[in-house]
């Protein structure tokens, strides 16, 4: 069973940057969007920021300037790059990867979350 492997969570002050990176632990095939989304105690998860296979991206309004989301569709992975990273910004990420199977119905995978802490 493939999983998708995050890296790069951790504890940093406020105003600071951390770069979250996803990666298959093995092949996955016709990926149209992957992303990130986050959820924080008592609330429910909320996107973050998606790409398409063709590089069109979407933010949510809270990480817009902030947050920058791209992809290696050769190498399948997604990253994340977090600058003035705000208290509120803690919270656990998740990737996820949308795929298509031979017949055209869509199914994901996700991560299995990686903590971000800002704090000072």
């Known amino acids: 069973q493939v999983r998708l492997v995050e890296s790069g969570g951790g504890l940093v002050q406020p105003g600071g940057s951390l770069r979250l990176s996803c990666a298959p632990s093995?092949?996955?095939?016709?990926?149209?969007?992957m992303g990130w989304y986050r959820r924080t105690p008592g609330k429910e998860r909320e996107l973050v920021a998606t790409?398409?296979?063709?590089?069109?991206?979407n933010y949510a309004d809270f990480v817009k300037g902030r947050f920058t989301i791209s992809r290696n569709n050769a190498e399948n992975t997604v990253s994340l790059q977090m600058n003035s990273l705000k208290p509120e910004d803690t919270a656990v990420y998740y990737c996820?990867?949308?795929?298509?199977?031979?017949?055209?119905?869509?199914?994901?995978?996700w991560g299995q979350g990686t903590q971000v802490t800002v704090s000072s």
């Open positions: 093995g092949n996955i095939f016709n990926i149209v969007t």
């Open positions: 790409i398409t296979s063709a590089g069109s991206t």
């Open positions: 996820y990867y949308k795929c298509l199977n031979i017949i055209g119905s869509s199914f994901s995978y």
